[in-house]
C-alpha cells in the first residue's frame, strides 16, 4: 500500500464529471444541508447533526483524521460546478498487513439517483488500486440498503456474505451487515 499517495498531500481526484475533494470551511451550509437531513442517514452508522456549529467543528475533525492517516473524507462535487458538495466519499480502517481499506459515501438527497455515488465511487476506486496500490477494497451495507448494494455492483464489487448482528452503529444500534469487496485483480480499469 502506498501511503504516500494517499497522506503526502490531500488527493484531489477529477474524472467524469466529478471532482473528490477536500471539504473546507465554506462548504459549511451544503454540508449542514447533508448532515441535517434524517433521511441521508436511514441506512448509515452517522446520527443527523440539527446544529450548525457541531457541523462546522467537523470539518476540523475530517482535517484532524486525515493528519492521523485515520480516514480521507472528500467532498464529492461536480466538475462544472466545482462549490456545490453533492456528497461524501470516505476511506478509512487502513489494514496495510493485508493490503486493504473500507470504503463509504452518502449524497445530499438532491443527488439521488443521478449516478453520482457510482461514478464517484469508481473514481475512487481507481485511485486506490492505481496509485495508492491496494489489494482489496470492502464497503459495509445495512441489508435494506438496496441503493447502496447497486452502486457498489455497478462498480465490479462482489457480495461477500452477511455479518449478522456484527456492528454496533450509532443510531441504529446492533445492525446486520452485507459485506462487498472488490480485489485489484478483479479491477477492470
Known sequence: MNMEALFAEFPRLESGGLILKRIE?????ELFDIYSNDRVFDYCGIIPKHNKTTVKSMIGHFDRDYNKRTRVKWGIFASDEPESLLGIMEAFDWNQKVNMVTVGYFLAESSWGRGVATNALGL?????FEEANVNRIQAEVMPGNESSKRVLLKNGFVREG?????????????V??????????EFEG
Open 124 to 128: 475512487l476506486v481507481r485511485f486506490l
Open 25 to 29: 470551511e465554506r462548504h459549511l451550509d
Open 176 to 185: 446486520d451487515l452485507e459485506v462487498y469487496g472488490l480485489l485489484r485483480g
Open 162 to 174: 452477511l455479518l449478522r448482528q456484527a456492528s454496533f452503529w450509532s443510531g441504529k444500534g446492533v
